[in-house]
């Protein structure tokens, strides 16, 4: 069984920073692509940000270009979404999520790719 455990979110003010982390254990795969995704109340679940297996693949949703970042470490089976300038609009329950790949190089932005998800970790943003 693969579990994923993000952690890091908070209450945040606009215009910080915060880095969430997600945990993978359990039973892993040799390749993985992992995503991150949020919802905001009322909102459907909206893509975030993806890498690949070997992190060299990354994309990122239009309203985050350019502030988030999102990072691997295959060694710790973990993976990090580093949020700059925070907005208020970035407030939403974010979630891990992880697809196993054949290819060390795809991704997907899609949220029906993705089999495994984390419980979800909250980030507020105070205006």
């Known amino acids: 069984q693969v579990q994923l455990t993000e952690s890091g979110g908070g209450l945040m003010q606009a215009g910080g920073s915060v880095r969430l982390s997600c945990a993978i254990s359990?039973?892993?795969?040799?390749?993985?692509?992992m995503a991150w995704f949020r919802q905001a109340p009322g909102n459907e679940r909206e893509f975030v940000a993806a890498?690949?297996?070997?992190?060299?693949?990354?994309d990122y949703g239009d309203s985050v270009k350019g502030r988030f970042t999102i990072s691997r470490d295959n060694a710790k089976n973990t993976g990090y979404l580093q949020m700059n300038s925070l907005k208020y609009e970035d407030t939403a329950v974010y979630y891990c999520?992880?697809?196993?790949?054949?290819?060390?190089?795809?991704?997907?932005?899609?949220?029906?790719?993705?089999?495994?998800w984390g419980q979800g970790t909250q980030v507020t943003v105070s205006s």
């Open positions: 359990g039973r892993t795969f040799s390749t993985y692509s």
């Open positions: 890498i690949s297996w070997g992190g060299g693949n990354t």
């Open positions: 999520a992880a697809a196993p790949t054949y290819r060390s190089t795809t991704y997907f932005r899609s949220y029906s790719d993705y089999v495994y």
